[in-house]
């Protein structure tokens, strides 16, 4: 059982455009985590969300957490090469549990 | 400002052999975890500590033990290799708000 599924698995864009990531459960999270990963490196945490409704903003990247704490999205404005990579979120439920998603491989294409 | 670091990078082993993972950290962080990552499954937890002389399984333990004499170090022992067990491990400490990673080591059993 997928705790967190992510949406889409993967995802190429031209340079420019803007995306959405998706991250869903049926669970509630106490909190969520945004990840990027590059080729042969470990993931790097990106945002925090712990607040149903938050959103944060980082550069390019907004992150919302969803009202119900039962999902979350990744947004990113004019994609540049330098966005390309897995994106995994991750996050507590309320039982205390932490669980990684499934990921989203991005490729920006110039 | 070296964070995580794991060693060695790749190795091939033969099935049966036995190695161990090296992961140290210098953060002083109590919390460290081991994280094996297969294409399209996301990251699954093997074992963690929460301190010195503290471990505990996680999802997938089978196979692989671990030790924690310092607060540094949290190596990872692979004791009877076999194929399922090729896959890229991540070490990483609990930084408060998210994880710091190492940068992995691929791990091919033929």
């Known amino acids: 059982t997928q705790l967190l599924e992510q949406s889409p698995q993967f995802l190429s864009i031209q340079e420019g455009e803007n995306l959405t990531v998706y991250c869903n459960s049926s669970?509630?999270?106490?909190?969520l985590q945004w990840y990027r990963q590059e080729p042969g490196e470990g993931p790097v945490l990106l945002v925090t969300?712990?607040?149903?409704?938050e959103v944060k903003k980082l550069k390019r990247l907004t992150f919302q957490f969803g009202d119900a704490r039962k999902d979350s999205s990744l947004h990113i404005t004019a994609a540049q090469p330098g966005d390309t990579g897995l994106y995994l979120c991750?996050?507590?439920?309320?039982?205390?549990?932490?669980?990684f998603g499934t990921g989203t491989s991005l490729t920006v294409i110039p | 400002n070296a964070g995580v670091t794991q060693t060695p990078k790749f190795r091939i082993l033969k099935i049966g052999q036995s190695m161990t993972l090296q992961c140290t950290q210098d953060?002083?962080?109590?919390?460290m975890y081991w994280y094996r990552q297969d294409p399209g499954m996301g990251l699954k937890l093997i074992y963690y500590?929460?301190?010195?002389?503290?471990?505990d399984k996680g999802e997938v333990p089978n196979g692989y033990n671990v030790s924690r004499s310092t607060t540094e170090d949290f190596p990872l022992r692979l004791e009877l290799a076999a194929p399922s067990q090729t896959s890229v491990y991540f070490c990483?400490?609990?930084?408060?708000?998210?994880?710091?990673f190492g940068s992995g080591t691929r791990l091919t059993v033929v």
């Open positions: 991750a996050g507590y439920n309320t039982g205390n549990q932490f669980y």
């Open positions: 669970s509630v999270f106490s909190s």
């Open positions: 500590s929460v301190g010195a002389g503290i471990t």
């Open positions: 990483a400490s609990w930084r408060g708000n998210g994880y710091t």
């Open positions: 969300v712990v607040t149903g409704g």
């Open positions: 953060m002083n962080h109590n919390y």
